[in-house]
């Protein structure tokens, strides 16, 4: 006699509708995963085309600080890139340059060099130069150099309260009428001093810029400006000194295609650190180009490249090489006047000379969208 009545077994599988349910379940799970991983592997890849591409534009952007126009033109034109010239503008392009990225990327690089003014809106909080037609210096502004712009041109717009109680009432009140101000000259003076602290590591810069404006045989008056500035020890050094033109009213002294106005600029650099940590100090003294004052003159103001001294020196005899403050200049016209040997960069833009906004592009080959773009200034 059995004791257990054989049970029956149940050894049925699955259903194909549990299965549906169960792979529907893991999928609704399973989706937002996905979708997660998929997207930051999609991002990863942007960021990381865009941190390449950028690195290419970086890379560009410094070969084209480094060498002149005419390089620039003849070896990218033999290497097959379209470049252009706008003759009503004078802006360079550069389209088609061929360049790889870290992870392989074939990108394509676009450059333009555009002299044209730099303008801000109000309230930027940068600052503003529409009125003194500026070429273009948007890569500065906020940048670690020192400019000089506000002490050298703010003083021409004071002259009335500079000249007050030295002229006669009814002079005073006209002069910034042309009879009178095309007899008064302005005289600039820039002292820079350098102090290094070998304990901190650190450059200290003190410039007085003075100047003086003197009018006939009235004492001279004077104005006093001046700027600190420190940098540590791997920093690039750099000046900037923009100098929109003050006399437009004289004609004395006539060039070949402009006059020679009476404007003169002296720049004096001391150092007073040790030796061994002496600096090269970089001094650019860019003019700017300002519209002519007197009636019927058609002819372009400039400075006088003899009225420039560095350290008790002419310019057009001072050396770079063999001076630690080394000068560049777009004063001067290095074909009819001398050899501007330390010229800022040349273009075909404004009698000769130029500074540019130097803007980059970079897309994928074979592709539209830009990947990323580069500003700054050359």
Not at 160 to 165: I, K, N, P, R, S
Not at 291 to 299: D, F, I
Request: proline share 3%; aromatic share 12%; glycine share 6%.
């Amino acid at each position: 006699m059995r004791r257990f009545a054989t049970r029956k077994l149940n050894n049925k599988g699955m259903s194909l509708v549990e299965l549906l349910v169960t792979v529907a379940i893991i999928a609704l799970i399973a989706a937002p995963l996905i979708n997660s991983f998929l997207n930051a592997m999609e991002t990863n890849s942007k960021a990381r085309l865009i941190q390449n591409g950028t690195a290419v534009a970086q890379d560009t952007a410094e070969l084209f600080k480094s060498f002149d126009l005419d390089t620039l033109v003849s070896t990218y034109e033999a290497d097959g890139v379209t470049v252009s010239f706008d003759d009503a503008t004078g802006i360079y392009t550069f389209e088609g340059i061929e360049a790889e990225g870290a992870d392989g990327e074939d990108f394509i690089v676009d450059v333009k060099l555009d002299p044209t003014q730099y303008r801000v809106g109000e309230g930027t909080g940068k600052v503003e130069v529409n009125d003194v037609n500026l070429p273009v210096f948007s890569g500065l502004y906020g940048s670690d150099c020192i400019m000089l712009y506000r002490q050298y041109a703010g003083p021409d717009e004071q002259l009335e309260e500079l000249f007050a109680g030295k002229l006669e009432p009814d002079t005073l009140s006209r002069i910034n009428d042309i009879d009178v101000r095309k007899d008064i000259k302005k005289s600039t003076v820039v002292n820079i001093v350098c102090d290094y602290n070998s304990t901190t590591g650190k450059y200290l810069y003190k410039i007085n810029v003075e100047i003086t404006y003197t009018y006939d045989d009235v004492e001279p008056v004077y104005v006093v400006k001046t700027l600190e500035k420190s940098y540590d020890q791997n920093e690039i050094h750099n000046i900037y000194m923009l100098c929109p033109i003050f006399d437009r009213y004289s004609t004395a002294d006539m060039a070949t295609d402009y006059y020679y106005n009476t404007d003169s600029i002296k720049i004096y650099y001391t150092y007073n650190g040790a030796p061994e940590f002496k600096h090269d100090m970089y001094f650019y003294i860019a003019e700017q180009k300002m519209t002519n004052m007197l009636p019927g003159q058609t002819l372009q103001e400039r400075i006088n490249p003899r009225n420039v001294y560095i350290n008790d020196k002419q310019y057009t005899e001072y050396n770079n090489e063999s001076n630690s403050l080394k000068v560049y200049t777009n004063i001067g016209d290095r074909d009819t006047t001398f050899d501007n040997k330390y010229g800022l960069t040349y273009g075909d833009y404004n009698t000769g000379t130029a500074l540019y906004e130097l803007s980059v592009d970079v897309r994928l080959e074979g592709e539209d969208k830009v990947v990323t773009s580069f500003t700054t200034s050359k």
